[in-house]
């Protein structure tokens, strides 16, 4: 019997994750690649399949019904995957902890703090994969995640780790070029902002209670994380 070549994890994780979140640059963001490379892994994937997985309404990207079905069965087989992957390693002799966070975060807080962690969890390997939105449990083969937000994670159990300080930063050389000196300055600014994060500069507004929402978020430019915003 002439054996069916199957598509790669790679490829089954590329695809879920666009189907996911319906955008293939999320989607590179979250898997740290290009969206060229995830596109690249779709189409194989719709070439091997021969069918459609996507299609292109009025510059949307939507599944097609054999995309959904397909969806359906892929994330199975990946949580499946996780939960088989989790038991055998966890029958060696440390423990697996299988742990989302939010990529920024992780880089800049968690990661530099993880030998300290290590030395004193000995017994625990720790699988880190970055995620920036909230997903569900039942689906997805983690432990637990570290996110941002309302404690309105359901089916989960939230614990505050600490309140973050969220201030407008710029250049210098911004600063004079538009003269910014207010809150109310900056609506003639371009704003950098989360496509995660839709509502920081609202929070932010209201925070410090300035009367320029509205004019302000016209000039928004989404960026996925907060560490490209801050070094662009």
Request: charged share 20%; proline share 6%.
């Amino acid at each position: 019997m002439k054996r069916t070549r199957l598509p790669s994890t790679a490829t089954l994780a590329a695809f879920e994750c666009a189907a996911r979140h319906l955008n293939f640059r999320r989607a590179a963001d979250e898997l740290h690649l290009t969206q060229g490379a995830v596109s690249q892994q779709v189409r194989l994937l719709e070439a091997q399949l021969g069918v459609a997985l996507f299609a292109r309404v009025r510059q949307r990207v939507l599944l097609t019904s054999a995309g959904e079905r397909y969806l359906r069965e892929v994330r199975r087989i990946l949580r499946e995957l996780g939960e088989v992957t989790h038991q055998a390693m966890a029958s060696g002799d440390k423990e697996l902890l299988n742990l989302a966070a939010v990529p920024t975060f992780a880089v800049k807080w968690l990661v530099p703090r993880l030998p300290g962690f290590f030395a004193a969890h000995g017994h625990v390997s720790l699988n880190l994969v970055s995620r920036s939105a909230p997903f569900n449990f039942d689906a997805e083969p983690f432990d637990a995640a570290i996110h941002y937000g309302e404690p309105s994670w359901p089916g989960a159990v939230c614990t505050p780790l600490f309140e973050e300080d969220m201030r407008p930063v710029c250049s210098a050389h911004y600063r004079r070029l538009l003269d910014l000196r207010t809150p109310a300055d900056l609506a003639r600014a371009t704003l950098l902002q989360q496509f995660t994060r839709p509502s920081a500069w609202q929070d932010w507004f209201a925070h410090v209670q300035a009367g320029v929402i509205s004019v302000s978020l016209q000039n928004r430019n989404p960026e996925s994380k907060n560490s490209l915003a801050t070094t662009t």
